[in-house]
């Protein structure tokens, strides 16, 4: 196979041939959500135009072509986590919802007083909210594993932490503001001794990462369609098919019944007792292309070639006086957050975007991690694979041109 060709994937990301203000768009919020490529598009296009009907639900042609177009889509999921079963892979809006979803039907049923959850100071609210209102509800007690100073995981008080107690172990695959990659498996490892379950929580893992659900052993793994170049409104929930058999539904409605009486109501098989009405049939066959997309782009080299472009990014910020990194972990991925002490990251935010560059400022849905770090927020840069070398300079420049700016 030929090796990753940044120029030619940038050819197949329509909505970066554009200007923002006068200025060539340079779109460094990846870790928010990724541009979709042309693949993905006409996959959601033909879909519409040739074959728009619902699935499971009637005997015409049109609705067959979607059904096994939309299940298709849930065997390349399944090829790409490399699930045992593809009952294994349920849809949902996104990685928030699957958290959910796991939190209500799993969590509600089996949680109750003086169990222990543990999820890492790095969550996401997504990851962290629902274990939240869980815990409120059942009695459990929510436990925090600290990080160390350079922003990784404190392994020595997980093991510390990991107790008869322990339910539940749920934390992420990479941070979304140090761009930590926790060491996952051994997270796993180590719960599973404890006789607790795992939830890892791969957003912003999937574009970067060969993932392997039976290799990290986990018991649930969930991640989001728009950040591996794929639609917004789809995600995924990986479950081991045993544990998804004990669990009830946590939505009620079309397609996840058996059978229906006035009086009562018996649930179909997993997945489809977790998929309550119409499901997000055109987003599901986006996801796929998307999936087929990011493996070709893999087997070129396009990670090889990110980490290149986070390490120039990483280099120019260091030489920037006034710029201070936000943690320094052993391996990082995806994205570098910043604080500027002499300005607010949101000035800084609308200044670049007036030159046309696309970063993110804010808390990131990590309130709490921010806060302990005794910020307001950060700005966060997150390239893509279809970003530059000349992008990542141009962005160094804008930045240092902001704080002059601004300094006035």
């Known amino acids: 196979m030929t090796a990753f060709d940044v120029w030619q994937v ?98 509600l049923a089996y949680l109750q007083q003086g169990d222990e959850i543990l999820i890492s100071a790095m969550e996401h609210h997504a990851n962290l909210v629902p274990w939240q209102q869980v815990a409120l509800k059942t009695g459990a007690r929510l436990r925090i594993i600290p990080l160390q100073e350079n ?74 369609g728009h950040k591996v170049y794929g639609p917004t409104g789809i995600g995924v929930l990986y479950g081991k098919q045993a544990l998804l058999n004990t669990l009830d ?18 649930f179909n098989r997993p997945p489809f007792r977790f998929e309550a009405g119409t499901p997000p049939i055109a987003e599901a066959i986006g996801l796929a292309a998307a999936l087929k997309f990011i493996r070709e782009q893999m087997a070129k080299g396009s990670e090889r070639y990110h980490q290149q472009l986070l390490q120039q990014l990483v280099n120019g910020l260091t030489a920037i006086e006034g710029v ?45 991690l921010i806060e302990a770090l005794g910020l307001s927020g950060t700005l966060r840069i997150s390239p893509g694979i279809y970003n530059t070398d000349q992008e990542i300079m141009l962005f160094l420049s804008h930045l240092q041109q902001t704080m002059e700016l601004l300094d006035v």
């Open 249 to 266: 539904p946590w939505q009620f409605g079309g397609e996840m019944i058996e059978r229906v009486t006035y009086e009562s109501s018996t």
């Open 151 to 224: 922003g990784d995981l404190d392994l020595f008080q997980y093991r510390q932490m990991l107790s008869d107690k322990t339910r539940l172990v749920a934390v992420t695959q990479v941070s979304n503001v140090l761009g930590t990659v926790n060491p996952v498996k051994e997270i796993v490892r180590l719960a599973h001794e404890a006789g607790a379950l795992t939830l890892i929580d791969g957003a912003q893992a999937v574009a970067h990462n060969h993932i392997d659900v039976q290799a990290l052993d986990c018991d649930f793994y969930v991640f989001s």
């Open 10 to 107: 940038r050819q197949q990301f329509p909505i970066l041939d554009q200007q923002i203000n006068g200025y060539p768009l340079i779109y460094l919020d990846n870790a928010a959500t990724t541009q979709k490529p042309e693949v993905v598009l006409q996959a959601m296009d033909r879909y519409y135009r040739n074959d728009n009907a619902n699935v499971h639900r009637s005997a015409h042609a049109l609705a067959s072509r979607a059904t096994i177009a939309f299940e298709s889509a849930r065997d390349d999921v399944t090829h790409f986590l490399n699930a045992a079963h593809r009952e294994e892979i349920i849809w949902t809006r996104g990685t928030t919802e699957a958290i959910n979803l796991v939190a209500y039907a799993w969590g």
């Open 324 to 368: 201070h990194i936000i943690g320094n972990p052993v391996t990082r991925q995806g994205v570098v957050s910043i604080s500027l002490p002499q300005f607010h990251h949101h000035d800084v935010c609308q200044f670049l975007d007036a030159q046309g560059v696309a970063v993110r400022s804010g808390h990131h849905c990590a309130m709490p």
